[in-house]
């Protein structure tokens, strides 16, 4: 049986991953923060700040990088005839495993394309948090593998699957409207960063291009880097991982022809060096990716393609990020937050839970 | 006979994993795998032929696909 979609073949898939893993540092190279040329979990979380969830002032921009993820995943399912409102697959459960990614990932600093791309980047902690990340996918397995699942969605109205596209075409209509002005911390209802990775990014047509490019090819690949090692746990399945390995692979060469290759432990950017809390946050974002069926990023782009309950869980981040950063649970180059030790144990005591009691047959 | 695996709201990878669950299990040497949309089909098409099975046939019924798979 032949595929006819290119891009879910085992090239399509390779070079989806590597076109991420180059346009990636070359959005670092034209003004993206170190190794976080894209992180999902991140650049939502700046968004939180953009629009005042969190007052963390170096952490706030409406990146266009994640509307494009959305609108151009929301292109390619309209042109391929795949764009397929539906909910109600348990999407408080969803909204509560998507608070907890996002903390343990900014405990990590980094959700799992960022852990790539900083290991591209020659930073050594991401060994670490991409361990943790497996351990974490492979605890969603085991739940998987004794009837874990959320239920069935069912088909509602287009209205429901344009629901977070709207969101993002009104992030991006506030950004046209109050756009960042130098000096400034705030513009019109927006909050821009004055200094630290909040005032680092490429231009907006830049991110915006480069993410309607990425969000249309990974609608058609079905680009998910939680998947790849999931795929790989459950079933042996490598067809994902040839993507995943394919970005780590693209994005090194990348960066070492750009100059911005680094290798070790102490001093990376945005990074820090507590080995146990990247292991532990990582694995904490891993479990709930997991228990939620996608990366950040897959959950972006199932959004676009009317997947309302991917977008509770993409609303969930963007809250998660506000609790993360007012709370003190997110870490800083310094080291882990005041509260991120307890925010990661009560997230793996309300992802266990959450494990155990969805159980309910799938009828 | 065939058996019929409803996979139809549920997102991966539940539908690999009934259609490989089936596939190691029963008896039936025909199934019939009941999906509603693209990943899945691609994703139950791969995944069976991974296991030494063939995929008969890919029918659209309306927004669902039929997916008929014969044991290896």
């Known amino acids: ?363 | 006979m065939s058996k019929i695996i409803d996979a139809r709201g549920l997102s991966c990878p539940q539908p690999v994993l009934m259609t490989l669950d089936a596939i190691a299990s029963g008896t039936d040497n025909e199934l019939q795998v009941l999906v509603d949309n693209e990943a899945s089909r691609e994703n139950v098409t791969r995944a069976a032929e991974n296991k030494g099975c063939q995929v008969k046939d890919i029918q659209d019924e309306g927004a669902d696909t039929r997916i008929t798979i014969l044991k290896g």
């Open chain 1, 1 to 363: 049986m032949k595929i006819k979609n290119f891009f879910s073949s085992q090239w399509g898939i390779i070079s989806v991953g590597a076109i991420i893993g180059i346009l990636a540092p070359l959005l670092q190279k034209l003004g993206n923060p170190g190794n976080m040329g894209i992180c999902v979990a991140c650049f939502e979380r700046d968004i939180a700040g953009a629009v005042g969830l969190h007052r963390a002032g170096v952490v706030q921009y409406m990146r266009p990088e994640i509307i494009g993820f959305v609108l151009g995943s929301l292109a390619a399912a309209y042109a391929f005839k795949e764009f397929k409102p539906r909910c109600g697959s348990a999407p408080i459960v969803r909204f509560v495993l998507g608070i907890f990614a996002m903390v343990g990932a900014l405990v990590f600093l980094g959700c799992p394309w960022r852990a790539m791309l900083r290991l591209a980047g020659g930073d050594l902690n991401a060994v670490t948090g991409l361990l943790g990340l497996a351990s974490g996918i492979w605890i969603g397995v085991m739940f998987l593998k004794n009837g874990y699942n959320l239920g069935r969605s069912q088909a509602t109205h287009a209205g429901a699957g344009w629901m977070l596209p709207l969101i993002m075409l009104g992030f991006l209509a506030l950004m046209l409207i109050y756009p960042q002005v130098a000096g400034e911390e705030k513009s019109g209802v927006l909050f821009y960063s004055l200094k630290g990775p909040g005032l680092m990014h490429a231009s907006l047509i830049v991110s915006l291009v480069v993410g309607l490019a990425i969000g249309f090819l990974a609608q058609r690949s079905r680009f998910c880097t939680m998947g790849a090692l999931r795929d790989l746990i459950l079933f042996g399945q490598t067809h994902l991982l040839s993507g995943f390995l394919a970005l780590v692979v693209f994005a090194l060469a990348t960066n070492l022809a750009l100059g911005q290759f680094k290798l070790g432990f102490a001093g990376q950017p945005v990074a820090h060096t507590a080995h146990v809390w990247n292991f532990l946050g990582m694995t904490l974002a891993g479990l709930a990716f997991a228990l939620a069926g996608g990366c950040p990023g897959r959950q972006l782009f199932l959004a676009g393609e009317g997947d309302s309950d991917a977008g509770v869980f993409v609303m969930g981040m963007i809250v998660g990020a506000g609790f993360a950063h007012n709370f003190g649970l997110a870490s800083s180059p310094k080291g882990v937050g005041p509260h991120g030790i307890a925010a990661v144990i009560v997230g793996f005591a309300v992802c266990l839970f959450i494990g155990f009691a969805m159980k309910k047959t799938a009828a």
